[in-house]
């Protein structure tokens, strides 16, 4: 078969391979994927292989290498408007970030799949990433933990920047929390979320 033609096939072999516990023939074709993209030099090819060497690498357990490798295939998936594509490279940025021990980076990621696959209609991808995101989400209200943590802080009146202060986290990172509080609640603001949790009982 032609390279190309193995390209198409080859992150699907390396998935095969490493979902059957077989690593060393994963590697073997991300080995093979990582040739030919340095042989085409396309993004497309790139992204492919810069994904299955994250595989590889966080199966040996360097979740930071992976995550370096995860992301500059998203950022590939991204400038080329592939939702679908770029949503699977966030489920595992995700599962590296859990790793490292960043348990909001990785909510994060894993909140942004999720309502990619939602969107899509993709109900396999859709089921996995709920059984990755923990506490489940909520029938009721949508709100992950560490949002009802957010929440609580906001309803004190507490700046984002105090908030990022009191959870050691990022003011960034807030900012996205609240982003996604006021989406899953439909509300437009700090005093209609506060009102809503103290509503319904989440505070």
């Known amino acids: ?36 993209a340095g042989r085409f030099t396309t993004e497309v090819l790139a992204a492919m292989a810069s994904q299955a060497r994250g595989q590889i690498e966080m199966a ?48 994060l990621e894993f909140e942004a799949a999720r309502s990619v696959f939602t969107a899509l209609g993709a109900a396999p991808d859709l089921a996995r990433v709920d059984l990755l995101l923990r506490p489940p989400i909520s029938p009721s209200h949508g709100l992950t933990r560490r949002e009802i943590e957010v ?6 009146g507490k700046t984002n920047k105090l908030i990022a202060t009191d959870l050691g986290l990022s003011e960034k990172t807030i900012d996205r929390h609240l982003s996604n509080i006021f989406d899953k609640l439909a509300v437009k603001s700090r005093a209609a979320a506060t009102a809503y949790a103290f509503q319904n009982g989440l505070l």
């Open 1 to 36: 078969m032609a390279p190309l033609g193995r390209a198409r096939l080859l992150p699907a072999l390396v998935e095969i391979m490493m979902t059957a516990g077989a690593v060393d023939e994963a590697r073997e074709a991300c080995e093979e994927l990582e040739a030919i």
């Open 60 to 107: 040996g357990g360097d979740a930071a290498a992976a995550l370096g490798h995860f992301r500059a295939a998203l950022t590939i998936w991204q400038r080329a408007g592939a939702p679908y594509l770029e949503a699977r490279l966030r489920v595992l940025s995700g599962q590296a970030c859990r790793m490292l021990g960043d348990e909001d980076g990785a909510e």
């Open 151 to 156: 929440l609580g802080l906001v309803a004190t």
